[in-house]
């Protein structure tokens, strides 16, 4: 299963390094129903002497990865500790680059991820502390390589523009730190716009805190359901979550939930597909083949 941490598929190997991204709430039913517990499941990847990378955590979940790195006597890289942003600039598509120095060596890099919101900045982060640790185990990877792949890098499903007028985002927000990531991104992105959410989930989500976060900044709500045997119906996620949403339509049919929004959706509106991987993955399959089959103009 994809959990991360100790339970999770790629566990049985020994990594060269690990990284650890934001702790938060997530598969609460496996994990722990703290972060304290939670934290303790990821940290379960660390292997004794391997070096670990972690992004900037909570204090609860903080303590508990210092401790088991500790433990372990892996050598434990903190990238806001690491590195210092010195220069941060918005470009178009919500994007955002910035010049960075490690602090250790006074090393630069300038960063300029292709990937919307300025919280891949910090993934970005993670990566070249990654990088630079191969670097120190002989692997042949350049500074140029480290910025080049930062550059490169495509994340399907995560903020992933379809089409525009109207545009269709895509974005597996499923899990509470992800969905505040989204809604910062919508607030300083589409203040003024109309957005319209579709919306699914499995049944292990926190949907009354993610739904929380996320409808408050829609028009309009509409639920629906991946074609996925975890996930929760259309109409009982209706039940749930219709409180948080100043409107909303429950259509079970995904495709037909997306074709409402579009007929609906003026074109300068947004459409925003969350909340739920399976459903990004079914519904991305399915409008990237319609378009593909649309005439050309």
């Known amino acids: 299963m994809g959990l991360g941490g100790r339970l999770d598929a790629t566990n049985v190997i020994t990594p060269v390094v690990s990284v650890i991204t934001p702790i938060d709430f997530d598969h609460e039913n496996f994990l722990g129903h703290s972060l304290t517990e939670i934290a303790g499941e990821k940290a379960g990847i660390l292997k004794p002497g391997t070096p670990v990378v972690s992004a900037p955590q909570l204090p609860e979940a903080q303590e508990v990865l210092r401790a088991r790195a500790a433990e372990l006597h892996c050598p434990l890289i903190e990238t806001a500790q690491a590195f210092r942003i010195d220069e941060e600039t918005k470009v178009e598509g919500g994007c955002f680059r910035a010049q960075v120095t490690e602090l250790d060596s006074a090393t630069k890099f300038l960063l300029t991820p292709q990937l919307p919101a300025r919280f891949q900045l ?21 500074n140029a390589n480290i910025e080049a792949g930062i550059a490169e890098a495509r994340w399907p499903g995560r903020l992933e523009k379809l089409q525009s007028r109207p545009d269709i985002y895509l974005d ?78 429950t259509i079970a049919n995904a495709e037909q939930a997306l074709n409402h929004a579009l007929a609906n959706a003026a074109p300068d509106d947004a459409i925003f597909i969350t909340g739920s991987l399976y459903l990004v993955g079914q519904l991305r399959h399915s409008r990237k083949q319609l378009l593909s089959k649309a005439p050309a103009p």
């Open 122 to 142: 910090q993934n970005a982060l993670n990566a070249v502390a990654a990088a630079r640790l191969l670097q120190q185990k002989q692997f042949r990877i350049s």
């Open 172 to 249: 597996g927000a499923h899990n509470p730190s992800a969905a505040r990531e989204l809604a910062d991104f919508l607030k300083e992105n589409f203040a003024g716009r109309r957005i319209i959410l579709i919306y699914g989930a499995m049944r292990d989500k926190a949907v009354d805190e993610v739904t929380g976060l996320l409808f408050p900044q829609a028009a309009e709500v509409i639920f629906t359901q991946p074609n996925n045997q975890r996930s929760i119906s259309a109409a009982q996620l209706a039940q749930m979550a219709a409180h948080h949403a100043a409107r909303s339509t």
